[in-house]
């Protein structure tokens, strides 16, 4: 399982976990401020080729000169190069476009409610 750290670059996170989940092939799991991929079958799931996907969804949104891929181990850091003037500027980014509903990554169903999601996200792993 790889995890790879949006702490920093919140702004990004979601739409890059869509992007490499599905350029990969992987199975995402969300958490607050960082997402793992997990393989849908036995074998384990490439390091670099998830970084070249980071890289290429960076290239993507024209963002790729300012952020760097820490890679440590299992873990993918992914950090603004401006430091806490980008990270400011992706926060207020961020909170600009709050969303007052919930996606689900998998199929695109909407709903106000956390818990609801988070139930009806079990239906793709059954």
């Known amino acids: ?11 990004i996170k979601d739409k890059l976990l869509i992007f490499v989940a599905d350029k990969l092939g992987a199975l995402p799991i969300l958490k607050s401020d ?18 070249s996907a980071i890289e290429e969804f960076l290239d993507s949104v024209n963002l790729r000169e300012n952020f760097q891929i ?8 992914i950090e603004p190069i401006d430091g806490e003037g980008m990270k400011t500027k992706l926060e207020k980014l961020s909170e600009s476009g709050q969303n007052p509903f919930f996606e689900c990554t ?21």
């Open 34 to 51: 960082k997402f793992f991929l997990e393989s849908f079958d036995e074998f384990s799931i490439d390091k670099h080729k998830v970084i």
């Open 106 to 126: 998998h199929c695109g169903f909407i709903t106000m409610y956390e818990e609801e999601l988070r139930t009806h996200r079990l239906i793709h792993y059954i």
């Open 70 to 77: 820490v890679p440590k181990g299992d873990d993918i850091k």
């Open 1 to 11: 399982m790889i995890s790879v750290d949006c702490s920093h670059s919140l702004a």
